[in-house]
């Protein structure tokens, strides 16, 4: 059982800079493929970022490569999401997700764990 706790999202100005933590529980952290998906109102959840056991491999929407970096942290047991040059249209619920995986996946039904979300908005 793995258990994911989300931070770092706000109010930002379009063109500004957050990064995403997503703290998780339990002693196999490393065991276990990452993934951050977001969910804008009224739209479908949608795959953000990936990466895997060693962090290795990462994987990215094309909406937010070059903009976005997925990294994670195994002796923290956390993932983090830097988000730079935001835009209006990258407002959202973030979630991070796990997968006990060596590989890693952009398909959220793959996913087992994941958090409760975290708020970003980004104005003009």
């Known amino acids: 059982q793995v258990q994911l706790v989300e931070s770092g999202g706000g109010l930002v100005q379009a063109g500004g800079s957050l990064r995403l933590s997503c703290a998780a529980s339990?002693?196999?952290?490393?065991?276990?493929?990452m993934g951050w998906f977001r969910q804008a109102p009224g739209k479908e959840r949608e795959f953000v970022a990936t990466?895997?056991?060693?962090?290795?491999?990462?994987r990215y929407a094309d909406s937010v490569k070059g903009r976005f970096t997925i990294s994670r942290d195994n002796a923290k047991n956390t993932v983090y999401l830097q988000m730079d040059s935001l835009k209006l249209e990258d407002t959202a619920v973030y979630y991070c997700?796990?997968?006990?995986?060596?590989?890693?996946?952009?398909?959220?039904?793959?996913?087992?764990?994941w958090g409760q979300g975290t708020q970003v908005t980004v104005s003009s």
């Open positions: 339990g002693r196999t952290f490393s065991s276990y493929a």
């Open positions: 997700a796990a997968v006990r995986s060596a590989g890693y996946s952009s398909t959220a039904a793959r996913y087992d764990y």
């Open positions: 990466i895997n056991w060693s962090g290795g491999i990462t």
